[in-house]
């Protein structure tokens, strides 16, 4: 005799990158946000402070008591990436600006999220089949 199957109480789904297209945005969207801020950081190659930039961002996520800190404030966070990255080109600091800087990124990699491919249609599958969806998230709860 075949085990009868049952199906699940329900399912916890993860948004970044289960559902939404997130972490590949990071590096695009400060790309274009550094660009866009040239003129404010010459003579420094923007090339430059994107490297410090991403070094000060992986220093800051490799911490677990900063990462934790940083996930409940984000723009604190990534402003204090945009801070270092000044401080080491030996541009002035600015904590107004890099602050700008920062919610422009958080803006431009919002505006760029997109679903991961066949997952909204797996979601609704899923919920043809009536098993209700929980949605789970470690982001900030404004972001999200």
Request: aromatic letters at 8%; hydrophobic letters at 40%; a negative charge.
């Amino acid at each position: 005799m075949q085990g009868r199957q049952i199906p699940p109480k329900g399912l916890l789904v993860d948004l970044d990158d289960t559902i939404l297209v997130f972490e590949p945005l990071s590096a695009p969207s400060w790309e274009q946000v550094i660009a866009e801020v040239q003129s404010h950081i010459a003579p420094v190659e923007p090339e430059r402070f994107y490297h410090h930039l991403l070094d000060a961002a992986t220093l800051y996520w490799s911490d677990a008591k900063r990462h934790q800190t940083g996930r409940l404030n984000p723009d604190a966070a990534r402003t204090s990436f945009v801070v270092e990255a000044m401080t080491r080109v030996g541009l002035p600091r600015d904590e107004a600006w890099a602050l700008t800087v920062a919610r422009r990124f958080a803006q431009v990699r919002t505006e760029a999220i997109y679903p991961v491919p066949g997952a909204l249609e797996t979601l609704r599958q899923l919920n043809q089949y009536g098993i209700p969806l929980i949605l789970v998230t470690n982001g900030d709860a404004q972001g999200q």
